[in-house]
């Protein structure tokens, strides 16, 4: 394929992760991290660099529901990470993963935190350099050419008051982890302020509230969420 002739001959570590970005670009994604591999039993066999990708803010919203897999049937947002990402893959020569369509599921979790980009925060979910807790991943590009990845970061809760830890009003998500039907239940009782605009607690994070995420998108989440 020309997408994989270009990749692996002509053109070095730095400019074929540049080629990458450009080609996310155009689609409103962004390369969350990545990190080098080989004879990894989760990846594909080959594989020698794993890209991971998710919204790249601002605009990735009006992008996706603009798009023809948004037209009322159900999993939009999945139909396009298919057809997006999974068609890039193809033109690299190299194998789309996804964090839907299990199980069995990918480590999506473990993969983030290889990367040097993405750390497990005070209240157990995952945690971006850029994105703080609204960090999504839409995919994963597995390719078989050693390709430079995005460095690794210091860690943003390093020194931070973790307001986190207290945003939850059900005391949901903590330094214990996750209780999901206290969230459940929670969301059940009324007009609440997460079903709006999306969760508190990843709300709360200093990160998070200079990223260029729509509420209308973590409301979208939230309603799939919580169906």
Do not use: N
Request: proline content about 9%; hydrophobic content about 40%.
């Amino acid at each position: 394929m020309a997408g994989r002739k270009t990749l692996a001959a002509g053109l070095g570590a730095d400019a074929a992760l540049s080629e990458i970005e450009t080609r996310l670009a155009a689609h409103q994604l962004e390369i969350l991290g990545g990190f080098h591999a080989e004879e990894d039993e989760a990846l594909p066999v080959g594989t020698k660099t794993l890209l991971l990708i998710g919204p790249k803010e601002p605009g990735f919203w009006p992008h996706l529901t603009a798009q023809p897999e948004w037209d009322g049937a159900p999993d939009p947002v999945d139909r396009w990470s298919r057809r997006v990402i999974g068609g890039m893959a193809c033109d690299l020569g190299g194998k789309a993963l996804f964090p839907f369509g299990g199980p069995p599921y990918h480590p999506f979790y473990k993969w983030a935190l290889r990367t040097g980009r993405v750390w497990d925060s005070p209240v157990r979910l995952l945690v971006h350099a850029g994105q703080g807790l609204m960090v999504s991943f839409r995919g994963a590009l597995a390719l078989k050419e050693h390709i430079a990845v995005p460095p690794p970061s210091a860690k943003p809760c390093e020194g931070c008051a973790a307001p986190c830890l207290a945003a939850c009003p059900a005391g949901a998500l903590g330094e214990k982890g996750y209780d999901v039907p206290a969230c459940h239940a929670y969301l059940s009782g009324g007009d609440r302020d997460c079903m709006k605009a999306g969760c508190l607690v990843r709300r709360a994070c200093p990160v998070t509230q200079a990223y260029a995420r729509m509420p209308e998108q973590s409301a979208y989440h939230m309603r799939q969420f919580h169906k």
